[in-house]
């Protein structure tokens, strides 16, 4: 392969790199080192079936990509195998799923991440990690503005239940009578 099918394939790497950070509501770095193929893969499985991805890339082309997008980030985030785990979906599921997998797992280390473009250490994932996901968030607020409404209707409802139980009683007394 010639030199400058090699830099293309380069460039590409990197804007593909680039694009992942862009796009994605959070990116983590990880450690993988020492992991089984069947850990991988399972842990793979859980990030795809949530909305993420797992993409293993050479650290000289991750650091290229994020300093030609002016991200500041501490030269330990990218030492020895990485592996970047991005998402556009729910980041609540992503972290917890990672940070999950790192306490199961002796060979899985977080080393950081990207929460829209600013850099976050592992103590904020696991923060992350302790929210809820959205979908709780939504359950949360459908039931908080449904309870008061509920509670209206119910009180509306209470004057015309209390005139048909007085009407049935009234019944009962006369067909008694």
Known sequence: MSSSATREKK?????????????????LITDFRGMTVA??????????????????????MSRLALKELNIVFPET????PSA?????GDISKISKIVVKFSK????F??????LESCVIDTDTIQALASLPSREELIANVIGGIK???TSFVAALSGPCRGLVYTLEAIKKQKETH
Request: hydrophobic share 35%; glycine share 10%.
């Open 84 to 88: 970047l785990i991005n998402t556009t």
């Open 147 to 149: 309870a008061p409404i």
């Open 104 to 107: 199961e797992t002796d060979n």
């Open 39 to 60: 850990e991988m893969t399972r842990m793979r499985t859980q990030i795809r079936d949530d909305g993420g991805r797992m993409t293993i890339y050479k650290n000289t």
């Open 11 to 27: 460039v590409k790497v990197v804007g593909t790199i680039k694009e992942k950070v862009q796009n994605a509501n959070l990116l």
């Open 109 to 114: 280390k977080i080393r950081g991440g990207i």
């Open 77 to 80: 985030m990218l030492q020895g």
